[in-house]
């Protein structure tokens, strides 16, 4: 992401973002991201803390997190390999989910 200069959120110090951290982490330009905003907290996105007045990073991170069509599975981190005709059934569902 780039920073702007005076926005001290997007450093990797800082566990809040700011309107402008939140639009570059959603790849949106500020007038795009205040348009879609309210679907996005109708979704779930967390809104800015009334303390601090800016989004918690970590809570941002976990609507994404959550809103992940499918989840990767290393084989390789089981402790069997599937089947054959569970592998298939793995890739029908995720095949269904698109």
């Known amino acids: ?32 991201l205040r348009v879609r905003l309210p679907q996005m907290y109708n979704d779930g996105l967390p809104k800015p803390d009334l303390i601090v007045g800016h989004y918690i990073k970590a809570d941002v991170d976990a609507w994404i997190e959550r809103r992940r069509k499918f989840t990767v599975v290393r084989v390789d981190m089981l402790e069997r390999k599937p089947s054959p005709q569970e592998q298939e059934d793995i890739l029908k569902e995720i095949r269904g989910r698109f």
């Open 1 to 32: 992401m780039t920073r702007p200069p005076t926005d001290r959120t997007f450093d990797d110090v800082s566990r809040y973002g700011s309107l402008k951290w939140l639009a570059a982490a959603m790849g949106l330009s500020i007038d795009q």
